[in-house]
Each structure stands twice: as structure tokens, then as C-alpha cells.
């Protein structure tokens, strides 16, 4: 499974910024599609998940209300839409996926794309 992500960049706070992860490969192995991120001297943290067939999505209480993960299966796209950005949410965004469902079992991996909230 090989996963690309994009849609990071510059943006002010109070912004709005939509990533997006296309996915290729083994996908039919997939059970599960998620979002992470990694700011400077942090560990990886895990933002939101999504079923890749039954669309259940969990999403951490962090972010809960200002990302919403979503999927098209059909052009095998996932989302991270992140609106209220802040400062605190500047990061690398890393998408991956999981064989074994929303929540655990991350093993495949995206290159990661900065997101910088800053005036």
C-alpha cells in the first residue's frame, strides 16, 4: 500500500485547510484509513480515523469539532478537513493505513505534509 499525501501549507489562525491522501496498491487489504500528526519535540499523535467500507469514524478529543476525516473510495481519496486552526496545530500530517481497523494497526505510512498555522 502506498499512500500520498498532500494539501499542507501556510495558513492564518482561525484558517481553514483541507488535506487529502490518495491511496494505491494493495488497498483491498485496508480495513482502515487514518490521519496523525507530529509537531517539533512531540511524539506522533493520532488526529482521526476512518472505516475504509463501513465509513465508522473516530476522531481525537483534541481536534474533536474542528477536523471531520472523510472518504471517497472511489478515486480511493481520504480527507482531513480542519477549519479553527491555531498555532498548536502546526505539524507534519501524516496519513496512513491499517489492515486491522480505525483505531489501531497503522502500518503503512505517507511522506507527511507540513501544516504551519501562523500570522
Known amino acids: 500500500v502506498q499512500l500520498q499525501a498532500s494539501g499542507g501549507g501556510l495558513v492564518q489562525p482561525g484558517g481553514s485547510l483541507r488535506l487529502s491522501c490518495v491511496a494505491s496498491?494493495?488497498?483491498?487489504?485496508?480495513?482502515?484509513m487514518g490521519w496523525f500528526r507530529q509537531a517539533p519535540g512531540k511524539e506522533r499523535e493520532f488526529i482521526a480515523g476512518i472505516g475504509w467500507n463501513g465509513g465508522n469514524t473516530l476522531h481525537a478529543d483534541s481536534v474533536k469539532g474542528r477536523c471531520t476525516i472523510s472518504r471517497d473510495n472511489a478515486k480511493k481519496l481520504v480527507y482531513l478537513e480542519m477549519i479553527s486552526l491555531k498555532p498548536e496545530d502546526t505539524a507534519v500530517y501524516y496519513c496512513?493505513?491499517?489492515?486491522?481497523?480505525?483505531?489501531?494497526?497503522?502500518?503503512?505510512w505517507g511522506q507527511g505534509t507540513q501544516v504551519t498555522v501562523s500570522s
Open positions: 496512513a493505513a491499517s489492515r486491522s481497523g480505525v483505531a489501531y494497526g497503522y502500518g503503512y
Open positions: 496498491g494493495s488497498i483491498f487489504s485496508i480495513n482502515g
